[in-house]
């Protein structure tokens, strides 16, 4: 995308009797209106390159021409996860939105074979607004992530889907199983949404992907408080009746 040229705005002089140029009267400064310039162009170049439509070098070097440093991320800041760097805030949060859409997705749709199999029905109504939650956070990601100029291209591995899918449409096991096992695999609250705010501690400019991140981060860390308190309930209940 082209960068809007900067209008630029100069004194205007007028001339006086013995030929020298003086400030034109009632002139407003220049100053203002270029900053007010400067400011409009910097909001549509940081727009422009949120969406992917310019690059971070382009970006970099059409900042420095109306005067404004580029923000980290295009100025050889480096953004990680799991070991991955990233060369932009922008360029993290599309690889990040989009690997988190395709689990929160292929969760709402596996979760429905555990619903079907529950035989516990607090677990299970709960269940059924776990699965929502899920489906409404792959639609919420999937939106910001075509928003910021990325793609759908994520997917979970299909040893992963198989297995989930035997385990949870499973009859043979019970819920206190599949429960333990989630529990295994996130031991704590901490741990299951660690992944979501190590990338939103990373996050300065893109301040409403920040805030969507952060409220279904919200939403993920009540789910795992809920499903470990209903695996303790379960583990309770099951040591009284053997008792």
């Keep these: 995308m082209a960068r809007t040229t900067a209008a630029v705005t100069k004194t205007q002089t007028g001339s006086t009797g013995n030929g020298h140029a003086h400030p034109a009267i009632n002139q407003p400064s220049a100053e203002p209106t270029a900053g007010v310039s400067q400011e409009f162009e910097a909001r549509q170049l940081l727009k422009a390159y949120r969406k992917g439509l310019i690059s971070d070098a382009l970006f970099a070097e059409q900042m420095r021409e109306i005067g404004i ?92 889907r198989i297995k989930a899918r035997a385990m949870l449409a499973s009859t043979a096991l019970s819920d206190g199983e599949k429960l333990r096992d989630f529990i295994a695999r996130n031991p704590d609250v901490e741990s299951a949404i660690k992944p979501i705010k190590d990338v939103i501690c990373q996050i300065d400019e893109d301040q409403e992907t920040k805030a969507l991140l952060q409220t279904i981060c919200d939403d993920e860390a009540a789910t795992a408080g809920w499903l470990r308190a209903m695996c303790e309930c379960l583990t309770s209940t099951s040591a009284r009746t053997n008792a």
Aim: glycine share 8%.
């Design 69 to 160: 440093t580029a923000p980290a991320g295009a100025s050889g800041k480096t953004y990680q996860i799991n070991g991955r760097a990233y060369a932009s805030e922008r360029k993290m949060l599309v690889s990040f939105l989009d690997k988190f859409r395709a689990g929160e997705k292929y969760a709402s749709e596996v979760l429905p074979l555990w619903i079907e199999t529950c035989r516990v029905p607090e677990l299970k109504g709960g269940l059924r607004t776990v699965c929502h939650r899920e489906f409404m956070h792959s639609q919420l990601l999937e939106q910001r992530l075509c928003e910021l100029g990325g793609e759908l291209r994520a997917a979970i591995p299909d040893e992963i």
